[in-house]
């Protein structure tokens, strides 16, 4: 099956700083997606970005399907985005229809 | 507009009980799905509706879990009896119709955390 592998596994910044979260995955995919599980648990939808490139505030994405990679762009972190970083790619046939996440990013921001 | 919402939001309960968790998905949409989630993993699909019929559950362990959407909304999703594996996190999620324009994807709940002792 489909493999979705995310870099780096962790990663820790004192708050002001930029980050780049990168998402491989290993066949072609309909759409992608990014999330933010924060610490309670929530799955926070960051954007569906199947290809080119979307800003809301602080965070930026950019998908290049055709050379099967994501990345999330967090610029001026703060504490509030501490949490794990999922990419999940949205397999979808006649029959299928299913996200498939990847290993996650945990991103600890420090004050 | 209100999100997904799941309840209860924490569950513990002694191993060979049952469980259910509940799921109100995004008015009119169409596709609800649960999925479990490990700790330190992402969530995996368990089992997916589009309106009340169950069009995939290859992934449901059927010989314990159980699942029903009546009347193509609200969602029920059971365990009987619970083993100690099962302590999880159990998320519903939404998307629009098919065939309308996905702009923002997959909305999931906040989850179901699941301790079996």
């Known amino acids: 099956g489909i493999q979705v592998e995310q870099s780096p596994p962790d990663l820790i910044l004192q708050e002001g700083a930029n980050s780049t979260l990168r998402c491989n995955f290993s066949?072609?995919?309909?759409?992608l997606q990014w999330f933010h599980q924060n610490p309670w648990g929530q799955l926070i939808n960051l954007f569906y970005?199947?290809?080119g490139t979307k800003q809301n505030g602080r965070l930026s994405a950019t998908t290049v399907a055709t050379e099967r990679y994501s990345l999330l762009y967090i610029s001026s972190s703060q504490t509030t985005d501490s949490g794990v970083y999922f990419c999940?790619?949205?397999?979808?046939?006649?029959?299928?229809?299913?996200?498939?996440f990847g290993t996650g990013t945990r991103l600890q921001v420090f004050p | 507009e209100a999100g997904v919402v799941q309840s209860p939001r924490y569950k513990i309960i002694e191993k060979k009980q049952p469980v259910a968790f509940w799921c109100n998905p995004i008015?009119?949409?169409?596709?609800l799905y649960w999925y479990l989630q490990n700790l330190g993993q992402g969530p995996e699909l368990l089992i997916r509706?589009?309106?009340?019929?169950?069009?995939?559950d290859s992934q449901l362990p059927k010989d314990r879990f159980s699942a029903e959407r009546l009347k193509g909304v609200d969602s029920t999703l059971k365990i009987q009896p619970a083993e100690l594996g099962d302590s999880a996190v159990y998320l519903c999620?939404?998307?629009?119709?098919?065939?309308?324009?996905?702009?923002?994807?997959?909305?999931f709940g906040s989850g179901t955390r699941l301790t079996v002792v």
């Open positions: 999620a939404s998307t629009i119709p098919i065939g309308t324009e996905l702009d923002y994807g997959y909305t």
């Open positions: 066949d072609s995919v309909n759409n």
């Open positions: 970005i199947p290809s």
């Open positions: 999940a790619v949205e397999l979808k046939s006649y029959n299928t229809d299913k996200l498939i």
């Open positions: 008015s009119g949409h169409n596709t």
């Open positions: 509706y589009e309106n009340e019929e169950a069009v995939d």
